[in-house]
């Protein structure tokens, strides 16, 4: 059976108040055992005292008016009573005519000399006593229960702030800090942090050491992209007037598959940028799927189970499914097929599957990483077409999520955000022109 995990807050907050309850626990059964040594040693030293005295009188024959001493009493306590037939002096709490008494006795020639004092009030400050012990621990106890409980709360949250935080850095916000949420330890440099405030500040600091080296790697690539751009397109240009023949169709064909490279670069370090921002217009999702997955110019079939209208931005989708399709044909095994659908819970999806070995594992676990692909001499993995995908997707606020069927194949699924109009009149319902 698992044990339920406990918060930090609780585990501190249980732990003061057990320590706490143990401490008052071991002073108050030492008071209590200090306080009733002395009160009952007092009230057995009196009635000792009483004894000697009546054990004299009874010697000398003389009245013992005024002492409580009775010869051979009933009440006295057996164990008490033995002690004094074997020639010993004792003493011992017991009763007397239903009444708590302290008992001394001793021998009496051939009798039993017995004195005995009142011990009903002693018992009763004893109980006093008591009950003033417990209520000032149940009291101490609480208070320094609350008193940790607000401590390990303000530990807690601080924490608490930390790590979400580092989720939202991992999510990859990188913008996000800490700052002052770690509390007033955090300010002043190390010498006037906590604990809680240096883990923060550390935090913080990988933060913006991460932010600043993906920026600049960011920048690095887009530069590099920029720069090659133009002579490519030079390059381009005078590839054409090269004369017929596998010669040039070789360096077109290379030439191509460089400036397609080109353009990835910059599209993905304008999505890292943030700079891309949806243009949305209403259309017929079935008919814009088709149209996408045929200007991919591959044999792959659409099945639409359900037409509706969704509020995106083409050129977007577009580049999503050419993508994914083309990723399926590359990496997969025919027939590839595309559904567009609409399942219960009213968010359209489309699907892209295909025939092949699936998904790698890794893709699967950390999702498309770019300048991996399954090409041989490359790796398993994938290159940047999954990453544009995932970046665009983004931008246009659709989930895409991929799995791996059951039985055989990949599937690439994603799910559209319903932005319904306030006013349907208002929006351009655009419908794809058949071929």
Not at 18 to 33: E, K, P, Q, R, T
Not at 296 to 319: I, K, M, N, Q
């Amino acid at each position: 059976m698992r044990i339920p995990a406990v918060s930090l807050r609780w585990k501190i907050a249980l732990t003061v108040t057990a320590v706490c309850c143990a401490v008052a626990a071991v002073l108050g059964v030492l008071v209590h055992n200090a306080v009733a040594r002395q009160t009952v040693g007092q009230v057995r030293k009196e009635t000792r005292a009483d004894l000697d005295t009546a054990l004299d009188l009874f010697e000398y024959g003389t009245s013992r008016e005024g002492i409580n001493s009775v010869l051979d009493p009933p009440e006295l306590p057996g164990p008490l009573e033995k002690l004094a037939r074997d020639g010993e002096r004792g003493s011992m709490v017991g009763t007397y005519h239903g009444r708590p008494v302290m008992w001394a006795a001793a021998p009496a020639d051939d009798q039993v000399m017995a004195v005995w004092s009142p011990y009903g009030n002693t018992r009763r400050s004893l109980e006093m006593l008591d009950t003033a012990i417990l209520g000032s621990a149940v009291l101490a106890a609480t208070a320094v229960a609350l008193a940790g409980l607000f401590l390990a709360h303000r530990i807690s949250r601080r924490l608490s702030a930390t790590a979400a935080v580092a989720r939202r850095i991992t999510a990859g916000d990188l913008d996000a800090r800490v700052g002052d949420t770690a509390g007033p330890g955090a300010r002043g440099g190390p010498a006037g942090q906590d604990e809680v405030g240096a883990v923060a500040a550390a935090l913080d600091s990988v933060a913006g050491s991460l932010q600043s080296r993906l920026q600049a790697e960011q920048r690095f690539t887009a530069d590099v992209a920029h720069e090659l751009r133009t002579p490519l397109t030079g390059i381009l240009a005078s590839a054409d007037l090269l004369p017929e023949g596998r010669p040039k169709e070789m360096i077109n064909d290379r030439l191509r598959a460089l400036h397609r490279l080109t353009e990835d670069l910059l599209e993905i370090s304008r999505l890292d940028s943030g700079a891309e921002h949806a243009d949305l217009a209403a259309y017929e999702l079935g008919a814009l799927v088709e149209r996408s997955v045929r200007a991919t110019g591959l044999d792959t079939e659409v099945r639409v189970a359900a037409e509706t209208v969704v509020d995106t931005d083409r050129r977007r989708l577009d580049r999503i499914l050419a993508n994914l399709v083309i990723n399926a044909h590359r990496h997969g095994r025919p027939p590839v097929v595309v559904t567009v659908d609409v399942p219960a819970d009213g968010l359209p999806t489309i699907e892209v599957r295909d025939h092949g070995p699936g998904y790698p594992d890794d893709l699967l676990r950390h999702g498309p990483q770019r300048f991996r692909t399954d090409a041989p001499g490359r790796g398993k993995g994938h290159g940047l077409g999954l990453t544009i995908a995932v970046g665009q997707a983004a931008v246009l606020g659709v989930d895409l999520h991929f799995t791996n069927d059951p039985g055989d194949g990949a599937r690439a699924v994603l799910r559209l955000p319903t932005h319904p109009p306030p006013d349907a009149s208002n929006f351009e319902r655009v419908s794809e022109p058949e071929s």
